[in-house]
């Protein structure tokens, strides 16, 4: 599939209600408004084209990015690509769906280190969702390379970004549902932070409590592997 041909079948796919749901959700024109089932048929068809997903995503449409994300080969996702891409943030979806690009491309930890210092919202909750996604899905990272995260969050959470607040507290979650000594460190961090106010604009999206979070998957997870001793 070319670029053309791409273009085409986003554009056919869209609809003008998700296109202000999408707007009330932060993204920003120019979009169509393409539901996430039909981006992953699209997916599904293409499978991994990284010229392709690169060509997308200079087109500046919302949804053509959204399967730039969705397309683009991690490998292929060098610094100067991804430092590229991570200018154009503008909204929370876009973000998290560039963050799973960034998360298993190379440089993943040093980027994380980088953004989550930097002094711009969409950068900086970049960096803490790479941060979330590290814990999730980097097993052979040890525990303490994570641990001083939790504290700094307990620090900084209060004052930080609107979103970034969102990202932290998404992160603190992560981090409590990697392992029992995160646990406990993350969920006596959640009772010192208390209720995490975050502004959702026009929608009726909430801030989840990290705790019973962390509680409720821990106990999911518990529940998972005994079922799967017991097979």
Not at 56 to 82: F, K, S, V, Y
Not at 127 to 150: K, M, R
Not at 173 to 189: E, P, Q
Request: aromatic letters at 8%.
């Amino acid at each position: 599939m070319d670029l053309n041909e791409a273009m085409a079948r986003l554009e056919a796919c869209g609809t003008e209600q998700n296109c202000k749901i999408y707007l009330r959700h932060g993204a920003r024109a120019p979009l169509f408004g393409v539901s996430y089932a039909d981006l992953g048929k699209l997916k599904q068809q293409i499978k991994r084209d990284h010229a392709l997903a690169v060509a997308l995503w200079e087109t500046g449409n919302h949804d053509a990015r959204i399967l730039a994300t969705m397309i683009a080969d991690p490998r292929q996702a060098d610094q100067a690509l991804l430092e590229h891409w991570s200018q154009a943030l503008d909204n929370k979806v876009l973000t998290d769906a560039f963050t799973n690009v960034a998360a298993p491309a190379p440089g993943a930890q040093a980027n994380m280190a980088r953004w989550i210092d930097a002094d711009h919202a969409w950068l900086e909750y970049a960096g803490w969702g790479l941060l979330g996604q590290l814990a999730s899905q980097e097993p052979a990272l040890p525990d303490s390379f994570f641990a001083p995260y939790i504290e700094r969050i307990a620090r900084e959470i209060a004052g930080a970004k609107n979103w970034v607040r969102y990202a932290m507290n998404f992160t603190l979650i992560n981090l409590g549902c990697r392992s029992d000594a995160l646990d406990a460190a993350a969920t006596a961090a959640a009772a010192r932070i208390g209720k995490v106010a975050v502004d959702h604009g026009q929608t009726g999206c909430k801030t989840p409590d990290a705790a019973s979070y962390i509680r409720k998957t821990r106990a999911h997870q518990a529940a998972k592997a005994a079922k799967s001793v017991r097979m």
